[in-house]
């Protein structure tokens, strides 16, 4: 590898994780809760939204925990067909 390309691709890998980092960097700003309704969703289940609770509490990152309360649930909406 010559050094110009080593130089070139570095740059690029260290901006592209100081991109990410910033781009997901929420400090100071509430996260929007972005599920349906109750009563619009497809599937509901109370021992779900407990494991989802519980879940998030033991998620030390509030923005994966977020992102877990978010995720999960719509996989079920999106996935669950009666």
């Known amino acids: ?47 779900v939204e407990d494991i989802i609770r519980q879940v998030r509490r033991s998620i030390k990152n509030p923005e994966l925990g977020w992102m877990f309360e978010n995720c999960f649930p719509n996989t079920l909406d999106t996935t669950v067909d009666f």
Do not use: W
């Open 1 to 47: 590898m010559k050094r110009r390309q080593f130089l070139t691709q570095s740059t690029f890998a260290t901006a592209g994780l100081l991109a990410g980092t910033k781009a997901f960097s929420t400090k100071g700003s509430e996260f929007p809760v972005v599920r349906p309704v109750p009563q619009n969703r497809k599937f509901r289940s109370e021992a």
